[in-house]
């Protein structure tokens, strides 16, 4: 179709997709998908729509605004925000990108996730081959939309989204950070989870400063070291409920717990089942 917005250069393309009901109750979706190429001319400033927005760029730099977060997304790098909040991005230049906005399954959560944790741009990943994946959207979506039969790539749609919002998630770069800086917390986690730790121990051991430590943690972790703890214990808690003969009292002793009930309430809170409950279960 004819591209009206000032600074989009021919070749460019974008194209409307009418996603089925069961896409939009179970699925990622792509109402709108493209492949701009544009000039200095191009800018988007909106207020609000109900959709979210990923952004491969081909070649180029883009300029993005949203959120009281500004960045820039060079050759190789992904975009991604929230297009229900104010927004704004422009071509300092020239750029070539390959565009969608999506919906549905977990397009909020996953979006508030990687924002939270990486901002609004993510730095080129050579291991992940995240550009074919904009291709599989992109030229899916335009192939569905050229023939009768538009919804029989939705699923394959779907699975192209999902894969590069996982595979932003599981940046290198995280594994990274882990493996040098936040190993030696870990390994003391794994190794004395039974006793008090304190997060200015762990801090030390990594040595950084606490609020850093913190800060480091759940961003490449996911999430704080006293919820990794709290998970960790649980996760020791279950094999010996299951392995072992010992009491409900022993078990919340041996992996941290200040007592049986309290074990017992964090236990039902993660399962929503009790201890006993748990024991009980034949897997």
């Known amino acids: 179709?004819?591209?009206?917005?000032?600074?989009?250069?021919?070749?460019?393309?974008?194209?409307?997709?009418?996603?089925?009901?069961?896409?939009?109750?179970?699925?990622?979706?792509?109402?709108?998908?493209?492949?701009?190429?544009?000039?200095?001319?191009?800018?988007?400033?909106?207020?609000?729509?109900d959709q979210y927005l990923l952004i491969y760029i081909n070649s180029g730099s883009l300029c993005i605004r949203t959120d009281g977060m500004t960045a820039e997304a060079h050759e190789g790098e992904i975009a991604l925000f929230d297009c229900r909040k104010p927004h704004c991005y422009w071509c300092p230049d020239k750029v070539d990108f390959y565009w969608f906005h999506f919906n549905g399954a977990s397009s909020k959560q996953y979006t508030e996730y990687l924002t939270e944790r990486f901002g609004l741009v993510h730095e080129k990943q050579p291991m992940l081959s995240l550009k074919?994946?904009?291709?599989?959207?992109?030229?899916?979506?335009?192939?569905?939309?050229?023939?009768?039969?538009?919804?029989?790539?939705?699923?394959?749609?779907?699975?192209?989204?999902?894969?590069?919002?996982?595979g932003l998630a599981s940046q290198t770069v995280r594994?990274?950070?882990?493996?040098?800086?936040?190993?030696?917390?870990?390994?003391?986690?794994?190794?004395?989870?039974?006793?008090?730790?304190?997060?200015?121990?762990?801090?030390?051991?990594?040595?950084?400063?606490?609020?850093?430590?913190?800060r480091s943690f759940k961003r490449y972790v996911g999430c704080t070291p006293h919820e990794y703890?709290?998970?960790?214990?649980?996760?020791?808690s279950k094999r010996l409920l299951l392995s072992s003969d010992l009491t409900v009292e022993q078990i919340a002793e041996d992996c941290g717990f200040n007592s049986a009930s309290h074990f017992a309430r964090a236990f039902r809170q993660e399962t929503d089942i009790s201890p006993t409950a748990f024991r009980a279960i034949s897997f």
């Open 175 to 214: 594994t990274t950070v882990i493996s040098e800086l936040l190993a030696p917390a870990l390994a003391y986690i794994h190794g004395h989870f039974a006793d008090d730790i304190s997060l200015n121990d762990l801090a030390e051991m990594c040595g950084i400063s606490k609020s850093h430590f913190i």
């Open 132 to 166: 074919d994946q904009f291709r599989t959207v992109v030229h899916s979506a335009q192939y569905g939309m050229s023939t009768q039969f538009a919804s029989m790539n939705e699923h394959q749609i779907s699975i192209a989204v999902h894969s590069i919002l996982g």
């Open 1 to 49: 179709m004819q591209i009206v917005d000032t600074g989009v250069l021919t070749p460019s393309f974008m194209d409307f997709s009418l996603p089925s009901e069961f896409a939009k109750s179970a699925l990622y979706y792509c109402p709108q998908f493209g492949q701009f190429i544009c000039n200095r001319d191009y800018r988007i400033e909106r207020n609000s729509i």
């Open 229 to 236: 703890l709290l998970q960790y214990r649980l996760r020791q």
